[in-house]
């Protein structure tokens, strides 16, 4: 069916373009355990040294370099700062089983020399997931110049739904700021990638998809530059051919454009754009 070779395609599209970041991501870690040791002097370092343990039961993963699993640390080189490195420590509460995962992100801006951490943020719940899984996390260190002297990076969650009757992916963005030397959210939830759609399995079937795209805009609110955010969707209504076989009928794109502003705490995020739960 050529519907399943399309959606092959894109999923091995997908594997290939996410595969080279999520290395390079990882590899930035350098020695994981020393900057888990650096940020969490009474963490406990397991037997085979591959985890931490913080009381009474947080679990750290300390991230191999060939390792991209959605749990391990993940660290990036900030571009913007590149005497800076950025790191996302999964805090994962290891009381709950292997099915359910709750727990927290821990950001922190690190000294690439000394490791010392300069700046940290909790942000709580991050990590937990249930039916719908976290299927990976990695930092956005793309050119959102918010203000002078203001650079943001963005932190990325893609989540997903394996189902082959309603499947279901989401990708949300945070942005993060270093405002008076403290390290703050300027932006909480974005959706920036998302698809789903049901399927009984035969050729009734109904698929949409969407992708935004973000670009900092001249105009500025609260003395922070606005974001442009254009929202491109499509849907597809496979049905047979005379042949019996399935054939995909995808619509035309439709482009919505946002304007995002800061009011003066936070980006507010469009009530289309906002992520599960927000």
């Known amino acids: 069916m050529r519907i399943l070779s399309r959606t092959l395609f894109l999923f091995l599209g997908l594997c290939l373009t996410s595969l080279s970041p999520a290395r390079a991501a990882a590899g930035d870690c350098g020695d994981a355990a020393a900057l888990v040791q650096q940020a969490y002097p009474k963490a406990r370092k397991s037997a085979d040294g ?12 300390s991230t191999l370099p060939e390792s ?27 009381a709950n089983g292997d099915h359910l995962h709750v727990g927290d992100i821990e950001l922190l801006v690190v000294d690439r020399k000394s490791l010392r951490v300069r700046q940290r943020l909790l942000q709580p719940g991050l990590m937990t997931d249930d039916a719908i899984v976290i299927d990976k996390v990695e930092f956005d260190t793309g050119h959102y110049a918010l203000a002078p002297g203001v650079t943001a990076f963005g932190l990325r969650i893609e989540m997903a739904h394996h189902s ?46 969407s992708q935004v795209s973000l670009a900092m805009s001249p105009a500025s609110h609260q003395g922070y530059h606005d974001i442009t955010a254009v929202e491109r969707s499509t849907t597809d209504n496979p049905s047979p051919d005379q042949n019996g076989e399935c054939q995909s009928h995808p619509s035309k794109p439709v482009k919505r454009t946002y304007r995002v502003r800061y009011d003066g705490s936070r980006y507010a995020v469009p009530v289309a754009l906002k992520v599960m739960g927000l």
């Open 50 to 61: 591959t985890s931490f343990t913080l009381e009474p039961h947080i679990s750290i993963a």
């Open 68 to 94: 991209d699993a959605p749990f391990d640390l993940v660290c990036k080189i900030w571009p913007a700062h590149d005497d800076l490195l950025l790191v996302a420590v999964p805090l994962i509460d290891a």
């Open 164 to 209: 082959l009757t309603a499947p279901f992916t989401e990708t949300d963005l945070r942005l993060f700021a270093l405002v008076r030397g403290e390290l703050h959210v300027v932006l909480d939830g974005l959706v920036v990638a998302g698809s789903g759609g049901d399927s009984d399995g035969s050729c009734a079937e109904s698929f949409h998809s």
